[in-house]
Nanobody, 115 residues
């Protein structure tokens, strides 16, 4: 059974940094595309933050500020978030995807950027 557990969210001031982690179990992480989405408010469409497979891809609003990385041996994906802005406030969800398999989502972690 595939399971993803996010951690590292919290309250941070504008301009600050946070590092999110996504710990995976039940999969060989090296076979999966991993990534992060966020939902800024209930009912609002979720937004792509970053993905990592062979290379990386970022949403326009986070380019140059966020960095996604992975440690396949530790089955963990990271999202380093720098220069945080109030508009980055959201629930951040980790996902794992592989062709022919259903996408697995974590439960989400809240990030709040406020002074």
């Amino acid at each position: 059974q595939v399971q993803l557990v996010e951690s590292g969210g919290g309250l941070v001031q504008p301009g600050g940094s946070l590092r999110l982690s996504c710990a995976a179990s039940g999969i060989d992480l090296s076979l999966y595309t991993m990534g992060w989405y966020r939902r800024q408010a209930p009912g609002k469409q979720r937004e792509l933050v970053a993905t990592i497979e062979g290379g990386t891809n970022y949403g326009d609003s986070v380019k140059g500020r966020f960095t996604i990385s992975r440690d396949n041996a530790k089955k963990t994906v990271f999202l380093q978030m720098n220069s945080l802005k109030p508009e980055d406030t959201a629930v951040y969800y980790c996902y794992a995807n592989r062709p022919g398999r259903s996408t697995t989502w974590g439960q989400g972690t809240q990030v709040t950027v406020s002074s």
